[in-house]
């Protein structure tokens, strides 16, 4: 597998990145084009878009992805494209030059400059340094070896996935992984799911011994070994050898273990050779104070590559924090950072771990704990001083974020200490507690998501400023966006924010809008839109050509408005709709002829008869509609099939379309002993008026010679019951999942006025419906009475609607099949030709 | 060594759209041109129940099969979202305004 994002260094010449003689302002210089890096450009633009110029200078050859979720991407569960936070479009977008596969070399504080590797020297500002962390190779003999790499990058994912690659031919692989801290695990995992035999080295005797106690660690291990896992504990590595590359790894207790793979996850180290050898004061980590500045006042540091307060910091959450403070203080706003509490949540091949501040335990320290064998929990909640200190679960994780934000407040819990470790229902009044009142319960800066640290308060900000879906939220600010672990939560906070408007609130049309199907459909006509591309262009679509689900309905929009003007866009059919015929879950098609109102003679039948023999369709069989489906047709045939079809006199029956499907009837008066008018030759007239219109959804229409209903005209969209003197009609019914009797419409007294009545509902329909959305959930949502006072009380209104019907059949009665037989879309039915075999 | 077979131009795939070749007995190939010219080739089946992925609507660089709308990466052959399954993938390419794809080995062990 490879992964490329297409990007070379995106400048060539120095030239280019010259200021521009007009551009006065600040330039913002950032080394490291990782997490903490754009975090902090983008805290930046959000205080102040245009305050200073920014250039970026990347090691990696890729845009800005989220490092965390490398895990999912070596197990298989995403691909590079999904962890990518920001793309190219965002850089362009926000006029900031990025430089990739170039990092910085040196830092001139004297000139106050930048050398890179390839030997640009570019002039900053201000400089931020955010060089992240190096991965800890152990220094034993072998670790240069070809073969032994860490897991920090995009670089070490590919080796990983190629080294299991090429263990499939040697019947899995086999690899070893040195630490079995959180990153080691997660290697071992995704290795382990790519079918690769692994061994987990971890030097200490239980795994994860800095974020989980014992009894957890032993839960986790045994789990892990359930999985096919070998894990050593107490391991301590001696070498790596191999010849010319890795064969094995021999610990100091001369055990060997094969491998042709060795990950060192033993740990990180803040990268500070850069600012060390500027002559920055550097500890552990590039020392900064509470504005993320060094000790020079123009260049500041942030992410893992820093030390503040006596504290470096390994984990996502504090980097969110640092970013935030370094943006006020370089916007004027000095809030200052104050040091991070820090919780880990890790999610092992479905293994729920949560752990967060010090459950070490000590003076005055108390634990309780809650364990439960059976479904393999284990929850430690440790409390000092009636205050939440520490707390680890495994098994169940849901009351982590709780627990962490007792900690972090330092609530008093002493009146509720004895259900603590019950979780959130139960210490919040008893029972099971709606979960909605879980997340109410939540304070504005409790963290929701996790991989973009993104709290509470800032959902619900978002959502006020207008997100009304998951997916606008996650647009917004990115909670849930990642590995969606906090969708639940999320969901909550929308409900608890827009009470009942998450349901009638005004809902997309998709993921590519914010617009929603009322909204698009108006903007069409008000801004006489013509074609697809317009609405996306003018309605700032976010994608670049749709989805599946929004450019069948802006075909339909645009058809239903423009009458002889737009030209269907056949790609933007759903399969049905642009073969005319019903895919089959073979494949194969099933074919329709419309029979008008039922009815049929020798001719037809013969035809459909021999279609039958020539083409070989396994099965025939007489539809719900009154009329006759041709099964296993190949597509390939289908015009061939048509064309015999059409010169028995039938045309496209319309089965496979959101449009008029059949007009059902009973015999009515001229045979049946108790009809009342000709039902049958009523529903011929309606099928002639309404075939072949496109429509929302799927129309179906019946007529019944009497109130004994044989048609079952009141389960239809449009329903006609004849009576002695005249027709009812009746609307808005469905057979499918949700049964739904008609609503009565009106009655009528002669049979032109049912037909007209009934050209005015079906443009109704047409023009007000939303795409998909049957005559029943329509008139559920607007009420029977708008109908009514449309069509029945308004004359003038119920004509314009007939008229415009009768004026959009004209250019809708056209047999799809005649144009597809003579050999209009042949490419639609037959293979490419393979015309030349060239090796090379 | 690659085997690579001219199967025509650009301008016999429709834009957002897909044609079927087939080479040999082997299975029937996908060949879709995306909204940027771009040209993919997938196995003509949907990992989820073998839908054939041709007659899908294709978007951005995927297509959304029709017979259950899973949505299939079309660089990748992976399927998206929360759906599960992978779809092999043939190697393509365009060259002096032809397409050619690459004899699919798989499909032929496969086959």
């Known amino acids: 597998m490879e992964f490329q994002d297409g990007l070379s260094p995106v400048t060539d010449s120095e030239e280019e990145i010259l200021v521009p003689a007009d551009d006065v302002r600040e330039h913002l210089v950032v080394v490291g084009n990782g997490m903490a890096g754009c975090r902090a450009v983008e805290e930046l633009l959000a205080r102040d878009a245009g305050r200073y110029r920014v250039t970026i200078f990347g090691a990696e050859p890729h845009v800005n992805y989220n490092r965390i979720m490398l895990s999912p991407v070596l197990a298989g569960e995403k691909t590079f494209d999904d962890i990518i936070i920001n793309d190219r479009a965002w850089y362009d977008d926000n006029g900031i030059t990025l430089i990739t596969s170039d990092p910085v070399s040196a830092i001139d504080r004297t000139h106050k400059s930048v050398t890179s590797q390839s030997g640009r020297t570019i002039g900053y500002d201000k400089l931020l340094i955010a060089t992240g962390s190096d991965p800890f190779i152990i220094p034993v003999p072998g670790k240069d070896l070809p073969g032994v790499i860490s897991f920090r990058d995009m670089k070490d994912v590919d080796s990983m996935l190629a080294a299991a690659e090429a263990g499939k031919a040697v019947g899995g692989g086999e690899a070893v992984v040195i630490g079995g801290g959180l990153l080691g695990l997660e290697a071992a995992h995704g290795l382990t799911l790519r079918g690769m035999k692994v061994t987990v080295l971890h030097i200490m005797p239980t795994l994860m011994e800095r974020q989980l106690d014992e009894a957890a660690a032993w839960l986790l291990k045994s789990a892990l070994e359930g999985r096919g896992q070998t894990i050593l504990t107490g391991a301590d590595t001696a070498e790596v050898y191999g010849q010319g590359k890795v064969e094995g790894v021999r610990l100091k207790d001369g055990t060997q273990i094969p491998a042709s793979l060795v990950v060192m996850a033993v740990g990180i180290r803040p990268s500070v050779a850069l600012a060390r050898e500027a002559g920055l004061d550097v500890g552990r980590g590039i020392k900064v104070d509470d504005h993320m500045v060094t000790s020079d006042a123009d260049i500041l540091a942030v992410g893992e590559c820093v030390e503040h307060d006596g504290n470096v910091y390994g984990l996502v959450a504090p980097l969110w924090d640092m970013c935030r403070s370094l943006a006020d203080g370089l916007t004027d706003r000095h809030t200052g950072y104050k040091g991070s509490v820090t919780s880990t949540k890790l999610k092992v091949a479905g293994l729920d771990v949560f752990s967060a501040g010090d459950f070490s335990g000590g003076e005055g320290c108390e634990d309780i704990v809650l364990r439960d064998a059976s479904r393999g929990v284990y929850k430690r909640v440790v409390v000092k001083d009636d205050r939440v200190v520490g707390a680890v679960l495994y098994g169940d994780t849901a009351d982590g974020g709780w627990y962490f934000d007792l900690l972090k407040r330092g609530e008093n819990v002493a009146d509720i200490r004895d259900l603590l470790i019950f979780g959130q229902a139960f210490a919040s009044g008893g029972g099971a507690m709606d979960p909605k009142a879980a997340v109410a319960a939540l304070s504005d800066d409790a963290e929701i998501c996790g991989c973009n640290g993104v709290s509470k308060g800032q959902v619900v900000a978002c959502i006020e400023k207008g997100a009304c879906s998951l997916d606008a939220v996650r647009a917004g600010c990115k909670a849930s966006a990642s590995c969606g672990s906090c969708t639940g939560l999320v969901e909550n906070i929308l409900a608890l924010t827009l009470g009942d408007d998450v349901q009638s609130g005004p809902r997309t049309m998709c993921k590519c809008t914010s617009f929603g199907h009322d909204d698009v459909r108006r903007e069409i006509v008000a801004q006489d839109m013509r074609s697809i591309p317009e609405v996306m262009q003018k309605l700032h679509w976010s994608t670049p050509d749709g989805c599946s689900s929004c450019r069948p309905a802006l075909n339909y929009y645009l058809l239903c408005a423009l009458p002889g003007v737009y030209v269907d866009d056949q790609q933007s059919r759903f399969v049905n709709e642009r073969m005319h015929a019903n895919i089959q879950k073979d494949g194969t098609y099933s074919v329709v002829p419309r029979m008008w109102g039922g009815l049929t003679n020798p001719r037809e039948l013969r035809a459909i008869a021999d279609v039958v023999e020539k083409y070989d369709a396994p099965m025939v069989k007489v539809t719900g509609g009154q009329r006759l489906d041709i099964f296993g047709i190949k597509k390939e045939d289908l015009p061939a099939v048509w064309a015999d079809l059409n010169a028995a006199g039938m045309v496209s029956g319309h089965a496979y379309g959101k449009s008029l499907r059949t007009v059902k009837t009973c015999v009515g008066s001229e045979w049946c002993r108790f009809g009342t008018q000709d039902s049958t030759g009523l529903g011929v007239k309606t099928e002639r008026m309404t075939w072949g219109s496109w429509m929302p959804h799927k129309f179906k229409i019946a007529v019944s010679g009497c109130p004994r209903n044989c048609a079952e005209a009141t389960i239809k969209d449009f329903g006609i019951v004849c009576v002695d003197s005249g027709y009812e009609l009746h609307v808005g019914g469905n057979g499918g999942i949700h049964v739904r009797v008609t609503d009565l419409l009106c009655k009528v007294s002669t049979e032109q006025e049912a037909l007209d009545y009934c050209a005015a509902f079906t443009q109704l329909y047409r023009e007000e419906a939303r795409y998909l959305e049957r005559t029943a959930p329509w008139i559920e949502r607007v009420g029977v009475d708008y109908v009514k006072q449309r069509i029945v009380e308004d004359d003038t209104g119920r004509e314009a609607l007939r008229a415009r019907f009768l004026f959009s059949q004209q250019f809708m009665q056209d047999d799809p099949w005649a144009e597809r037989a003579a050999g209009a879309n042949s490419d639609l039915h037959q293979h490419l030709d393979p015309i030349s075999i060239a090796a090379e | ?111």
Do not use: Y
């Open chain 2, 1 to 111: 060594m690659t085997d690579w077979i001219d199967i025509g131009t650009l301008a016999d795939i429709p834009q957002r759209g897909a044609r079927t070749v087939q080479i040999g007995g082997e299975k029937e190939i996908a060949v879709f041109r995306t909204g940027d010219d771009q040209i993919f080739a997938l196995v003509n089946e949907c990992p989820h129940k073998k839908g054939p992925l041709s007659q899908g609507i294709v978007h951005g660089h995927s297509v959304a099969c029709p017979l259950h709308n899973w949505n299939i990466a079309l660089k990748t052959g992976e399927a998206q979202g929360e759906d599960k399954g992978c779809t092999p993938t043939i190697a393509v390419k365009q060259e002096d305004g032809r397409i050619l794809i690459a004899r699919p080995v798989a499909t032929k062990a496969a086959a």
